[in-house]
């Protein structure tokens, strides 16, 4: 398996392979339920996947950049044209449910891919210097948080104060070569881990409430 993905009930487990198809295996009755080719060019890695926080799709990308979503039977909604990359994550904003992931050629920075075919980058105005980084975005949009390990001010949180859209900085936290961020979506804390040997955990001002040490 080149990715997988498991669905919001716990039951039905997405496998991306190497020949443009995906699986979808049920671990009760251990049977696999479908078996779909995505259209990308054949034997591209199925690189990324995640389901849509109901269960109801999959975002799924291959090796050539390109955004698929599929139904719950792996049958195809959207085909993007655009590449991306890194991760795929959904969120709800104003109502309109979209997936979230990285913009590559001709797109820059985190974008909203919506259901309608379109895409609206979020972060290309001040992108370009945070390097490769690593991030994570609350599924209502109000915070998103980069990490970005080529720079000098690691980790960043965004505040949307229109959920998703003219996202703001509002911290600058964590320790030259950080390479990870996770999110708590509930409270709109975060953590930064990787490169200090410790867990950093942050308030939603860019406040450290906590610390977890990592022994090597």
């Known amino acids: 398996p080149m990715s997988i993905g ?25 049977a696999i339920e479908a078996w779909g080719l995505i259209p990308a060019t054949p034997y591209d890695w199925v690189t990324a996947l995640r389901w849509s926080p109901d269960g109801t799709m999959l975002a799924v990308r291959a090796s050539d950049g390109k955004l698929r979503i599929l139904d719950a039977s792996l049958g195809p909604l959207v085909n993007f044209s655009q590449q991306s990359e890194g991760p795929i994550e959904w969120a709800q904003i104003n109502g309109t449910l979209s997936a979230v992931t990285q913009g590559s050629i001709g797109i820059s920075g985190i974008a909203l891919w919506h259901l309608n075919g379109t895409v609206e980058p979020l972060t290309g105005q001040f992108y370009y210097s945070y390097g490769d980084g690593t991030w994570t975005m609350w599924p209502d949009g109000r915070f998103l948080a980069i990490q970005a390990p080529f720079d000098d001010q690691i980790a960043r949180l965004f505040a949307s104060p ?17 390479s ?37």
């Open 180 to 216: 990870g961020v996770a999110a708590n979506w509930w409270t709109g804390e975060f953590a930064t881990f990787g490169g200090a040997s410790q867990i950093t955990f942050w308030r939603a001002n860019g406040t450290p409430f906590a610390e977890l040490p990592i022994q090597e």
């Open 162 to 178: 229109d959920f998703g859209r003219n996202p703001s900085v509002v911290a600058h936290v964590g320790e030259f070569g950080d």
């Open 6 to 30: 498991l669905s919001p009930n716990g039951v039905t487990l997405a496998i991306g392979l190497n020949n443009s198809s995906v699986l979808l295996y049920n671990t009760s009755t251990l």
